[in-house]
């Protein structure tokens, strides 16, 4: 029976119970059971910093188990991102570690007096004092901590503990559960660490549960979708959509580059020294990355695609080494890359812009002092980056002059590495995404993948053509409502998205099979149901903060300024990349409130995007939707 541990850190009190069968038929675990804690305990009242504040460490019921790529655990807590309802999200080992230790959910309120570490070995809970390791890095941390106890370690850096806002939780050596602000509620607790071991031994699967999982594995492993991920891990993704005018550059101003040959997966296998996965991934997605730079070599684990594009193309920069060393710097003082890379994107425009200057940096395109220089600065709130660790939101404020149109950001959350007027799912969901700007929420890619043969299982025939068209926005809304369901699913569960909503390769009916053969009474219906239930819940909780329809916009840049993309060719001779004369295509976002007005209809919610009294009975939530806003 997995647990429920709730640590109030003022008291030092500490409570493990059963958890409720009940909740977990309607929330699944992971991401639904972590929304439902935090609308039931943290009321409007309470500031993301307060010690009232939650930090809810859940996991999923495929965690622990070898159900391919079920790594991922999940953060939930109010963001000081967006002052509203905040999550993260992570894979490699730590997520398993805290399955195996039995727990479903790790509930911290309060604040200490003097920073601490949560010790949880099986049931045995403990609060360690850490005043050695505050001020650390998170690798010395871990390193320290698992040398001396096992286990597995999830900790904040500098960043967390400065309660930067884009600060992350770094487990594993770089696995980050970054967005949204996690590490600085982490911070303001002064926690600076959790450290997970369980000595329990690990209890063998049934047999049809075994069975599928080698079936599942094998498909994962041959699947033509899942081939370009494993050769050549997320960085495949540079080079195709620098082709049709997706990948973010010069902080959206465009979305191709030049010098993609510098800096495209082939570029950065230089580099790579080993290839890494999550735990029970078949895929091992991932390579680690080495680099001599200032006499010393470091290694980071990536990296990815939306940090080799928030460092590179973003920034101007072709240098890969810049890219690894500004990943590394982010996994050791704790700190998300995608909102560090989006924030110095928005320094840099405001300097040409003549909206910002600084003694301490050039702020030009591409320079490399700049870019690492102020991860640094971000991170300890020096100089500039007091301002900037603010996020662009309230940097543009504080700046004015303008400087509001060049903040990348939704509900207070900077964008992602997809460029909305080309990639149109995307950018509807980063819209509506209820955690602020997220390509995850819904990971809408059936249209730019291409992905003919699912889109054929899930809609009509007579939509077909229009809904997979790229610059068709008729239809977009249908991609991101059903994909917005099925990552709710598979975060509640603990699984990857890459073998999910990525590929498409496990599809929910085949999660329900694996559930049924554990024992669960779940089919592949009822689990798009409370898909359907943990978003509108997850709406609800930002409505009583205020948000309304206009917070589901994007930046006026991607509606009001036209895209132009290009051809680019390579010469045989030369090697050098050249760009077409004249456009080949333009990007345009033609009818925003049509996208959100069909949106809204497919939910079942009014045209201010406030769910129906019918839609919440219909979910069950018509008991939850009143009580905090009274």
Not at 4 to 20: C, F, M, N, P
Not at 372 to 387: S, V, W
Request: with cysteine; glycine share 8%; charged share 25%.
């Amino acid at each position: 029976m997995p647990y429920t541990a709730l640590i109030d850190l003022t008291s030092s009190k500490i409570k493990i119970r059963e958890t409720e069968d009940a909740k977990l038929e309607k929330w699944l675990g992971g991401r639904g059971l972590g929304a439902s804690i935090l609308f039931d305990s943290v009321d409007i009242s309470i500031n993301p910093f307060d010690p009232e504040n939650y930090l809810i460490f859940t996991t999923g019921p495929l965690n622990g188990s070898p159900w391919p790529t079920s790594s991922r655990y999940h953060v939930t807590f109010k963001s000081p991102a967006t002052g509203a309802y905040g999550y993260a999200n992570a894979g490699g080992h730590f997520g398993p570690e805290l399955r195996y230790a039995g727990y479903d959910a790790v509930v911290i309120t309060g604040k200490a007096p003097e920073p601490v570490i949560i010790q949880l070995i099986d049931q045995e809970i403990s609060l360690l004092p850490a005043k050695e390791y505050w001020g650390q890095s998170t690798s010395f941390v871990e390193r320290s901590l698992r040398e001396k106890y096992g286990g597995r370690v999830a900790s904040i850096g500098q960043a967390g503990e400065n309660l930067v806002p884009m600060a992350a939780i770094i487990n594993d050596g770089g696995r980050a559960a970054a967005r949204s602000g996690p590490g600085a509620v982490m911070g303001s607790k002064n926690l600076k660490a959790l450290h997970v071991r369980s000595d329990q031994k690990k209890k063998s699967s049934p047999s049809e549960f075994s069975k599928l999982v080698k079936d599942y594995s094998k498909s994962l492993i041959n699947d033509d979708n899942s081939q370009l991920l494993r050769e050549q891990s997320t960085l495949f993704l540079m080079s195709i959509k620098n082709i049709i005018g997706d990948l973010p550059a010069k902080n959206h101003q465009t979305a191709q580059v030049p010098f993609i040959r510098d800096i495209d997966a082939e570029s950065f296998s230089r580099y790579w020294t080993k290839r890494l996965g999550c735990a029970m991934c078949p895929m091992r997605c991932s390579r680690q990355s080495t680099l001599k730079t200032n006499g010393k070599d470091i290694q980071i684990e990536g990296p990815e695609y939306e940090t080799a594009n928030a460092f590179g193309p973003m920034c101007w920069n072709a240098n890969p080494e810049v890219v690894i060393e500004a990943n590394y710097l982010c996994n050791e003082y704790g700190l998300d890359t995608i909102s560090i890379g989006v924030t110095i994107a928005f320094a840099l425009e405001c300097h040409e812009k003549g909206l910002l200057d600084h003694p301490d940096h050039s702020l030009e395109w591409g320079d490399s002092e700049t870019i690492l220089g102020l991860i640094k600065d971000i991170a300890f709130r020096n100089g500039l980056g007091e301002m900037l660790s603010k996020g662009v939101k309230q940097a543009a404020r504080e700046i004015g002059k303008g400087a509001e149109k060049y903040a990348m950001h939704v509900k207070g959350l900077e964008l992602p590495r997809q460029e909305p007027r080309i990639a149109k799912s995307f950018g509807l969901g980063h819209a509506t995404s209820n955690r602020g700007a997220d390509h995850l929420y819904g990971m809408p890619a059936l249209d730019l993948a291409g992905n003919w043969k699912v889109a054929r299982k899930l809609y009509p025939e007579e939509i077909l053509e229009e809904l997979m068209e790229l610059s068709n926005e008729k239809y977009k809304a249908d991609i991101v409502f059903y994909g917005e369901h099925f990552c709710a699913v598979v975060d509640s569960l603990g699984v990857c998205k890459f073998s999910t909503s990525e590929t498409y390769t496990v599809m929910p009916a085949d999660l329900a099979k694996g559930l049924q053969a554990l024992g669960y009474d779940f089919t592949e219906e009822s689990l798009l149901e409370i898909g359907e239930r943990i978003v509108n819940l997850e709406r609800l909780f930002n409505q009583l903060h205020g948000l309304k329809r206009e917070d589901d916009m994007l930046p006026l840049r991607f509606t009001e300024e036209p895209l132009d993309v290009y051809d680019f060719e390579t010469d045989s001779d030369s090697d050098e990349v050249h760009r077409s004369a004249s456009p080949i295509a333009t990007g345009k976002i033609h009818d925003w409130n049509a996208m959100l007005d069909r949106y809204y209809k497919l939910r079942g919610w009014d045209e201010q995007g406030h769910p129906s009294s019918e839609t919440l009975v219909r979910l069950g939530l018509q008991d939850i939707s009143l009580g905090q806003g009274d």
